[in-house]
């Protein structure tokens, strides 16, 4: 059975970082290029950013660039993504999506909340 379980939301005040962490487990993980999406109230659900097989990393958001990393650790079959300098913006339910040849998994998302 396929499961992504995202975890590591939360509040969290303007400034600063949170990390959220999916684990995966059914499939093999190290073939799947990992992305990160998130929706916040009101809006479609846009593209983070993306990690690949061979850990080349995008940010597709520029609103998060220079802020947010993601990052995979096959051994745990969990991909990351470290999130700096939080801003109410943010503001979103984060999930992680599994691809591999147009096959896609998502998880049930985690929730993150940026305010004072």
């Known amino acids: 059975q396929v499961q992504l379980v995202e975890s590591g939301g939360g509040l969290v005040q303007p400034g600063g970082s949170l990390r959220l962490s999916c684990a995966a487990s059914?499939?093999?993980?190290?073939?799947?290029?990992m992305s990160w999406y998130r929706q916040a109230p009101g809006k479609e659900r846009e593209l983070v950013g993306t990690?690949?097989?061979?850990?080349?990393?995008?940010n597709s958001a520029e609103s998060v660039k220079g802020r947010f990393t993601i990052s995979r650790d096959n051994a745990k079959n969990t991909v990351y993504l470290q999130m700096n300098s939080l801003k109410p913006e943010d503001t979103a339910v984060y999930y992680c999506?599994?691809?591999?040849?147009?096959?896609?998994?998502w998880g049930q998302g985690t929730q993150v909340t940026v305010s004072s």
């Open positions: 990690i690949t097989t061979s850990a080349t990393t995008t």
């Open positions: 999506r599994a691809n591999y040849g147009g096959r896609y998994y």
């Open positions: 059914g499939f093999t993980f190290r073939n799947y290029a």
